[in-house]
């Protein structure tokens, strides 16, 4: 595997990236006016895309909510659990950086969940599930 390397998503042109992802992995694509500004797509020197992630920056809290964690399906096991790795570190740098050390965030994957708490997150609750609406 190569260096991996992050840069902040692009809206405009990575967004097609994601729908692509979520649908290959049978996961719901988000809406695009659902994403935060701050999110991170992880790439090696080639340019290859491996996953993203997004972080919501609470205005009234310390709070920051990690989601919108998606990768590439042609990844190996290993490739997701690098890129995972590197997007908690970036994301947890920014929301840090930014005043909200404190961070939260739903995980639906036992191998994820068990990633985050070797990184010092704690489970809060089992079994959640997290539910969207698009309100117009």
């Avoid at 909510?65 to 890129?83: G, H, Q, R």
Wanted: aromatic share 8%; with cysteine.
């Amino acid at each position: 595997m190569k260096k991996l390397q992050v840069r902040m998503f692009d809206k405009e042109n990575d967004f097609k990236i994601l729908v692509n992802w979520a649908i290959a992995i049978k996961q719901v694509v988000p809406h695009p006016t659902a994403l935060p500004g701050v999110g991170s797509m992880v790439v090696d020197e080639d340019g290859k895309k491996y996953g993203v992630g997004f972080l919501y920056l609470s205005t009234d809290t310390p709070v920051s909510v990690l989601e919108w964690v998606y990768f590439n399906p042609e990844c190996s096991p290993k490739e997701k659990v690098a890129t995972f790795k590197v997007i908690l570190n970036v994301l947890e740098d920014i929301a840090n950086k930014e005043g909200h050390p404190v961070m939260f965030a739903g995980s639906a994957s036992p191998g994820l969940t068990r990633i985050m708490e070797k990184a010092g997150w704690t489970k809060t609750i089992t079994g959640m599930d997290h539910l969207i609406k698009l309100i117009k």
